[in-house]
C-alpha cells in the first residue's frame, strides 16, 4: 500500500505542541514506510481565518525542520492544496450526493435554528441539533425551491437505526450508533462554502490519502465521515486517532500549564529540534532506553503499534532536561549564533537591536564553554557572561571574605591573588592554569578555595560564577589584573 497521509490545520490560531505532535507523527509515519507527507490548509471557516495563522504554519514548520512533500507551498499533483481555492469542487461534490439521496436541501432560518435550540434549554432537553424539518421535503420540491433562488444548504442524511462501524488503529474496531451522530450535518453552507465535513472527505480522497492520523478530538468525527464515504462508494482511510495531551494536573494542555505555542517555545529560549524530539516522546516510544532522536532516527524508527494508547503527559521540566542536553551538544560557534539573537534583542550589545562588532561576537564565542553546562534555555546566556564585556559593580566587602576568615584575610589573598592572575591568564588551559595556582597555594600555605573566592569576586562580580580561569583567558591579563587591583583598593579602603 502507498502511504498518503496529511496535516491538515485551519488557520485560526498558532500552531501548538498539540498540533505539531499531529504533524510530526504524520511526517514520521510516511517517512517509516516511504509514504508522502502532505500539508493541507484548511481554511473554510472564514470567520476564525487569520492570514497571520497561515503565516504562523509556514514559521514553525521551517523553525522546527519538518518539510511536506506535496502542500501549497511545495505543490503536487493533487494541487491546490488550499480548501478556499477548490469551493467548485465541494459544490459539485455535495451535489452528487443529492442526485444519490444521501443529502438533502435544508431552507431552514438561522432564527428557526436559534429558536429550536433556546426552546430545548428552556424545557431542560437531551436533545441536540437539527431536527431533521427539511428532510421530509420531496427531493423534486426541494430541488425546485433551490434553483429559485431560496437560501439553503445541503445537510447529509444520516441513515437512521443504522450503526457505523470501522477501524481506528489506537482504539481498535469502533462501533457507533448513527443515533448517536449529531443529526444531519450541514455539508455546504449557505454561502456556498463547505463545512469541515465535506471538504475534509473530499480532500482526503481526492488526494488519496491512506490514513487519517489526527486529534482524538475528531473521533466523534469519524462516523460521520465513514458514512459520506459510504455514501459516495468511496474506499475509507485508515484512522488513527492520537491521544490528548494533558497537562500534570490531569486537564487537557492549556495555557494555563506554560507555553503551548511554538512561537512561545521559540521565544523562551527552547531550540527547535529539543521541542522535536521531546514532543515525537509524547505518547509514542521508539527504542528501550533512549531518549534522544534526530528527526531520522525518529523516522527510521517510528510505527503505529507503538503509539501509547493513555494520554500523554507534557512535563515542562522534561523538556527543559532536552534543551539542556541538546544545548550540550551544540559547537561553540552553534550555540553562539544561537543565542545571539536573543543577546541583541535585548540590548546587550547597547540599543535593543544592536549587532555586537566583530570584537564583542568573538568574545560571545569564546564565553561558550564556560556556558554551555550551565545553560537550560538560549536566552540565559547573555546574562551570564555579562562580567566579560562590561566591569561588573564591586560587590560590598564582605562579599571577598572566606568562611571562617576576616576582610584583612581576604585582602592578603587578593593580594597573592593579584600576583597570580597575569599567569593564569595566560595559562594555554585550564589544567595548567590550576596547577599553578594550586602550587602557588601550598607554596604560601593557603587553601585553594580560600585563595580563589575572593579572585572570582574580584573578576566576575559574584561568588557564583562560571569557570575562572577561562574567564581570565578570555578578560586576558591586563584586564584581569585592574581588576583585581580594583578589588584591593574597594576593600582596603
Ligand atoms: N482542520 C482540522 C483541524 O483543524 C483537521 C482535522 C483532521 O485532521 O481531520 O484540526
Known amino acids: 500500500m502507498i502511504i498518503r497521509d496529511r496535516y491538515a490545520p485551519s488557520p485560526t490560531g498558532l500552531q501548538h505542541v498539540g498540533g505539531i505532535r499531529t504533524a ?92 429550536i435550540r433556546q426552546e430545548r434549554e428552556a424545557s431542560h432537553s437531551s436533545e441536540t441539533g437539527y431536527d431533521r424539518l427539511c428532510r421530509n421535503i420531496p427531493a423534486e420540491e426541494a430541488g425546485k ?23 481506528d488503529h489506537q482504539l481498535g474496531d469502533i462501533e457507533w450508533k448513527n ?40 473521533l466523534p468525527s ?56 521531546y514532543v515525537a516522546l509524547l505518547g509514542a516510544s521508539y527504542e528501550e532506553g533512549k531518549e534522544i532522536y534526530t528527526l531520522e532516527e525518529m523516522e527510521q524508527r517510528f510505527s503505529l503499534d507503538k503509539l501509547n494508547k493513555a494520554p500523554a503527559v507534557f512535563d515542562y521540566k522534561k523538556l527543559e532536561w532536552f534543551n539542556g542536553q541538546y544545548i550540550r551538544m551544540k559547537s561553540d560557534e552553534e550555540l553562539a549564533s544561537l543565542c545571539l539573537p536573543f543577546a541583541i534583542e535585548a540590548g546587550f550589545f547597547g540599543a535593543q537591536g544592536r549587532e555586537p562588532a566583530p570584537k564583542q561576537r568573538d568574545i560571545f564565542t569564546a564565553a561558550m564553554p564556560l556556558i554551555r553546562e550551565r545553560l537550560t534555555f538560549l536566552n540565559e546566556a547573555a546574562e551570564k557572561i555579562a562580567y566579560l564585556f562590561n566591569e561588573p559593580a564591586i560587590p ?76 581570565l583567558r578570555i578578560l586576558g591579563p591586563e584586564e584581569s589584573l585592574r581588576r583585581v587591583q580594583r578589588a584591593i583598593l574597594a576593600c582596603s579602603s
Not at 443529526?183 to 475534509?200: C, E, I, M, Q, R
Not at 595566560?426 to 573566592?453: C, R, Y
Request: with cysteine; proline share 6%; aromatic share 10%.
Open 24 to 115: 510530526l507523527f504524520n511526517c514520521l509515519f510516511a517517512r517509516s514506510r516511504g509514504g508522502k507527507f502532505i500539508l493541507r490548509l484548511e481554511d473554510t471557516d472564514r470567520t476564525r481565518f487569520g492570514e497571520c495563522y497561515v503565516q504562523n504554519i509556514y514559521d514553525s514548520f521551517a523553525w522546527l525542520g519538518i518539510k511536506w512533500d506535496e502542500g501549497p507551498d511545495a505543490g503536487g499533483p493533487f494541487a491546490p492544496y488550499v480548501q478556499s481555492e477548490r469551493t467548485a469542487l465541494y459544490k459539485k461534490y455535495a451535489g452528487e450526493l443529492l442526485k444519490s439521496g444521501n443529502a438533502y436541501y435544508c431552507f431552514c432560518s438561522s432564527e428557526r435554528l436559534d429558536k
Open 145 to 167: 425551491r433551490a434553483e429559485a433562488g431560496e437560501p439553503c444548504t445541503i445537510r447529509l442524511k444520516i441513515p437512521l437505526n443504522e450503526t457505523t462501524v470501522f477501524f
Open 179 to 218: 443515533d448517536d451522530i449529531n443529526p444531519d450535518p450541514v455539508l455546504l453552507k449557505s454561502d456556498g462554502f463547505p463545512t469541515y465535513h465535506l471538504a475534509n472527505v473530499v480532500d482526503d480522497h481526492l488526494m488519496e490519502i491512506s490514513h487519517v492520523m489526527r486529534a482524538m478530538e475528531w
Open 222 to 277: 469519524a462516523p460521520l465521515h465513514v458514512i459520506m464515504y459510504n455514501s459516495f462508494g468511496w474506499k475509507t482511510p485508515e484512522f488513527c486517532h492520537l491521544p490528548m495531551v494533558m497537562g500534570q494536573d490531569g486537564k487537557k494542555l492549556s495555557k494555563r500549564h506554560g507555553a503551548t505555542s511554538i512561537d512561545e517555545f521559540r521565544r523562551q529560549g527552547y531550540l527547535s529540534e529539543a521541542l522535536l524530539n
Open 396 to 471: 560590598g566587602a564582605e562579599e571577598f571574605i572566606p568562611k571562617k576568615s576576616t576582610l584583612e584575610q581576604a585582602v592578603e589573598l587578593l593580594k597573592l591573588g593579584k600576583d597570580l592572575v597575569v599567569s593564569l591568564a595566560q595559562a594555554p588551559d585550564d589544567e595548567k592554569a590550576e596547577a599553578f595556582i594550586k602550587a602557588e597555594a601550598e607554596k604560601k600555605g593557603v587553601k585553594l578555595g580560600d585563595l580563589m573566592m575572593p579572585l572570582r569576586v574580584a573578576i566576575t562580580g559574584a561568588r557564583v560564577s562560571p569557570p575562572l580561569f577561562g574567564s
